[in-house]
């Protein structure tokens, strides 16, 4: 069996230092990670009721989605349970459905369950709350956010969605599009919105305003519908960026029902690169985002504050979408 004795072994420290970050005590932040990922490796459980009794905490953490009908939020959770798991946390999971009543009672309750923590995820209303909650005493960090400028006294991991809608249209750009149509979720995805538009003013395109779509919400639903409006009324558009994959693959299967090919008649291109968007027929070009390495981020840095809370600072994080070529985009 493991003891504290193989921890300090591994992780080059004393074992009262192990002790130390164990019982949440305060120790050099560099001794705190070799201790944990000592931890982790050796596989050491230490008595996870004494250590939170002992710390005053319950080592629960919140995550807060906007709606579990979008796998990306799913992948998301699930790298976050597997992140907290390796530091003895559970997670308590809620989700607003975009809904602000829903949203604040959400957040009211959370507050009085007490957690060590809150992963918030942007949706229509949370930004709105975000002020008051960073008023909270536990710490709380902002994932998948989107609004600018960020909220203060809150730390963000999130991704550079201009540069993702930047990249989608040059792809397109590149393939020789120029009526190219947008459906986009208002207001949560104006940053991947204006990059897009971005690429095309600095091409010297301008694109109808008319051939932009703004939806109450992300799903596939609202794809289907708005792709297959978009089809109907301007027959000359030969390309379509939806701002999430489920949008883009309700964009393609509208554009099937219509008749058309694709991507002879018409490329469509999403962005999330959720897991599902490699099997959708053709498969989806996508942006993809690093979901797994924003969810550990967050959880690391939300352990962290809770850990040196009276230390930390407010950190933001952007991390890099990436282009991911498949079969339903191709030249005009």
């Known amino acids: 069996m493991v003891t504290m004795a193989d921890v300090a072994r591994k992780a080059g420290v004393t074992k009262q230092s192990v002790s130390n970050v164990l019982a949440g005590k305060p120790v050099r932040p560099e001794t705190w990670e070799k201790v944990i990922t000592a931890v982790k490796e050796l596989g050491y459980t230490p008595n996870l009721v004494a250590r939170a009794l002992a710390r005053g905490k319950t080592n629960l953490i919140s995550l807060v989605v906007p709606t579990l009908k979008n796998?990306?939020?799913?992948?998301?959770?699930?790298?976050?349970?597997?992140?907290?798991?390796?530091?003895?946390?559970?997670?308590?999971?809620?989700?607003?459905?975009?809904?602000?009543?829903?949203?604040?009672?959400?957040?009211?309750?959370?507050?009085?369950?007490?957690?060590?923590?809150?992963?918030?995820?942007e949706d229509h209303y949370s930004s709105y709350d975000a002020k008051t909650l960073s008023q909270r005493d536990f710490p709380i960090v902002l994932y998948s956010w989107e609004s600018l400028p960020y909220p203060?006294?809150?730390?963000?991991?999130?991704?550079?969605?201009?540069?993702?809608?930047?990249?989608?249209?040059?792809?397109?750009?590149?393939?020789?599009?120029?009526?190219?149509?947008?459906?986009?979720?208002?207001?949560?995805?104006?940053?991947?919105?204006?990059?897009?538009?971005?690429?095309?003013?600095?091409?010297?395109?301008?694109i109808d305003e008319q051939w932009l779509r703004s939806t109450a919400d992300a799903s596939?639903?609202?794809?289907?519908?708005?792709?297959?409006?978009?089809?109907?009324?301007?027959?000359?558009?030969?390309?379509?960026?939806?701002?999430?994959?489920?949008?883009?693959?309700?964009?393609?299967?509208?554009?099937?029902?219509?008749?058309?090919?694709?991507?002879?008649?018409?490329?469509?291109?999403g962005l999330d690169d959720i897991t599902q968007s490699a099997h959708t027929r053709p498969p989806l070009t996508s942006i993809s985002i690093p979901k797994k390495a924003m969810a550990r981020e967050a959880v690391l840095l939300l352990l962290r504050s809770i850990e040196y809370s009276a230390n930390s600072l407010p950190v933001i994080t952007l991390l890099h979408p990436a282009l991911v070529v498949r079969h339903s985009t191709g030249p005009i």
């Open 152 to 206: 203060d006294n809150l730390s963000v991991v999130s991704i550079d969605f201009r540069q993702a809608g930047f990249l989608a249209a040059s792809h397109l750009l590149e393939l020789g599009h120029r009526n190219c149509g947008v459906i986009y979720e208002n207001p949560t995805h104006q940053l991947r919105l204006s990059g897009f538009l971005d690429a095309f003013r600095m091409s010297g395109i301008i």
């Open 71 to 121: 796998p990306f939020y799913a992948e998301i959770a699930e790298e976050v349970e597997q992140t907290i798991d390796e530091f003895g946390y559970q997670f308590i999971l809620s989700t607003t459905r975009n809904d602000l009543k829903r949203s604040r009672q959400q957040f009211e309750s959370l507050t009085h369950r007490a957690i060590d923590g809150m992963l918030l995820a």
């Open 220 to 269: 596939y639903e609202s794809g289907y519908l708005q792709g297959k409006n978009i089809l109907r009324d301007f027959p000359q558009i030969s390309a379509i960026f939806a701002t999430n994959d489920l949008m883009a693959a309700g964009v393609l299967d509208a554009a099937q029902a219509m008749g058309r090919n694709v991507p002879e008649d018409i490329s469509i291109i």
